[in-house]
């Protein structure tokens, strides 16, 4: 079965501090990683995305994550967060088949402390 | 800027009085996308449109319609909403034989 895990709910760090949020996915054929970031109230925004190649991609707002094809992991990282960086992040799988569907994890909520 | 665009942002109906969700896209787009999307949990995909042939998912309730008169615009229909429908309903597009989707801000529909 295709399925994303994000295994933390919600999680505070300090502003400054580094951060990392986990993403594992069960896929039957090559999957394409993708990290969405959602501010309440509001649609998802494109963080990065993981089709081939480098298994380190870099996104926008310094966001980076690593894809690893043994671990079945597309982990989210930030060297320094900012308070801006709070909201809900959204991990999703998919592929060029099936139009194309996203499954996405159940997020993660990031609250940063001053 | 090309974007995709969804109205209205909020949305209030009656239990059981019909409502109708719009979405558009500038970015001519042929795929567009409806998910569903409830209080703190992961979008779930409703439909979708690959140019005109439409594409339900297995388990997306008959009280869910979608058209799309043209390659710019979505519908969702709710024909009778219940108030286990009040949610985020998001709209996407993307470029057939790309991987890539952009969401619109959303609408939020609360069902009295």
Not at chain 2, 8 to 28: A, D, E, H, I, M
Not at chain 2, 100 to 106: A, D, E, R, S, V
């Amino acid at each position: 079965a295709q399925s994303v895990t994000q295994p933390d709910i919600h999680i505070t760090v300090s502003e400054g501090a580094s951060l990392e949020l986990r993403c594992n996915y069960s896929y039957g054929a090559t999957p394409y990683l993708f990290w969405y970031v959602q501010s309440p109230g509001q649609g998802l925004q494109l963080l990065l995305k993981y089709f081939s190649g480098d298994t380190l991609v870099q996104g926008i707002k310094g966001f980076e994550a690593e894809f690893k094809r043994s671990q079945s992991s597309f982990n989210l990282r930030k060297p320094s967060v900012h308070w801006s960086d709070a909201a809900e992040y959204f991990c999703a799988v998919g592929g060029r088949n099936q139009g194309g569907k996203l499954i996405f994890g159940q997020g993660t909520e990031l609250s940063v402390k001053p | 800027d090309a974007m995709v665009i969804q109205n209205p942002r909020y949305q209030v109906t009656q239990f059981g009085k019909p409502v109708t969700l719009s979405c558009s896209q500038t970015l001519n787009h042929n795929v567009m996308y409806w998910y569903q999307q409830k209080s703190s949990q992961a979008p779930k995909l409703l439909f979708h449109y690959y140019d005109k042939d439409f594409n339900n998912e297995a388990d997306t309730p008959d009280n869910f319609q979608s058209r799309r008169p043209n390659t710019s615009f979505c519908f969702l229909d709710i024909r009778s909403p219940g108030l286990g429908d009040a949610a985020m309903y998001l709209c996407a597009s993307k470029a057939g034989g790309t991987d890539t989707q952009y969401f619109g801000p959303g609408t939020r529909l609360t069902v009295l």
